[in-house]
């Protein structure tokens, strides 16, 4: 049974036999929903432990034959709830259709979105996270056209435009504001260092800083799909906030960096 007694055993024994120290740890609760485990730690430094430089979780996925093995802490979860309160003051009525989704995502884990439907017609540009942001686009049946920057994703399907590298992390508000105008779109979907600004009209949205989730998660909802170039001192600056925010694992930031870093040499 998925016990956190049974867990928190297993976790201890992993940890022994490959090596690593006996640290002490606090896990408070344990949920498990669609073949996945959630294991929900008492503080960051318990959720490090249980983590184990991603090899205990790998081994507790593999030995208690589940899709997916996903940590967090009890601040990790509060923050976000403090997160979605703060969406929910600033969300105007046209953006309604995310009203039911931030309350869902108040529950979390596990993540259980209702249906809903977007009518307003939006812009997606393909930045760093471009198949999620085609993805949440897509889920929520939004009237969409892509654009992205040349040559930056030629698996995904958009409309090359000009810009620079760094955009991919920090997009072009102003610009973007004007291809939305060009195209009658009112909602403009980007990596934006922000949740959601309002500009000359249209809605200027990073969904998943409103819904306060990370890379981790939305690489299993949505898929992912890199860049094929980057600008590196932007690369290193958007990994370090994500870090920095809770919305990206430090592990997973530096896989980033160094994949590209290889490049560079």
């Known amino acids: 049974m ?17 090596g690593l120290p006996d640290s002490p740890f606090r896990i408070d609760e344990v949920r498990f929903a669609n073949g996945k485990l959630y294991i929900i730690a008492h503080d960051r430094t318990d959720k490090s432990v249980v983590i184990g ?8 996925r593999e030995r208690l034959g589940v899709k997916q093995v996903t940590v967090y802490s009890n601040l990790d979860l509060e923050i976000k709830r403090k997160k979605l309160e703060e969406a929910e ?9 995310l009203r039911p989704i931030i309350e869902a995502e108040k529950k979390f884990p596990p ?18 996270h471009a198949k999620p942001l085609l993805g949440f686009a897509e889920g929520f049946n939004l009237p969409y056209k892509a654009v992205g920057l040349k040559y930056t994703f030629p698996k995904l399907n958009y409309e090359p435009i000009e810009g620079e590298l760094r955009e991919l992390f920090y997009p072009d508000k102003d610009k973007l504001v004007r291809i939305a105008k060009e195209r009658k779109a009112k909602l403009i979907l980007a990596d934006f260092p922000f949740s959601l600004r309002e500009k000359e009209g249209i809605y200027l949205l990073n969904p998943f800083r409103l819904l306060h989730i990370g890379f981790f998660e939305l690489k299993y909802l949505f898929g992912f799909e890199f860049p094929t170039m980057v600008d590196y001192e932007a690369l ?10 809770g919305l990206m694992e430090s592990t997973d930031g530096a896989k980033i960096v160094w994949r590209y870093w290889r490049r560079r040499r």
């Open 236 to 245: 290193i600056k958007f990994v370090a906030e994500l870090t920095y925010e």
């Open 111 to 128: 993540r259980e979105w209702p249906k809903t439907w977007g009518n307003l017609e939006t812009l997606v540009f393909l930045s760093f």
């Open 89 to 97: 003051e600033i969300l105007p009525k046209e953006l309604g259709f």
């Open 2 to 18: 998925l016990t956190l007694e049974a867990i928190s055993e297993l976790v201890r024994k992993i940890r022994l036999e490959h």
């Open 53 to 60: 430089n991603s090899l205990v979780i790998g081994k507790l």
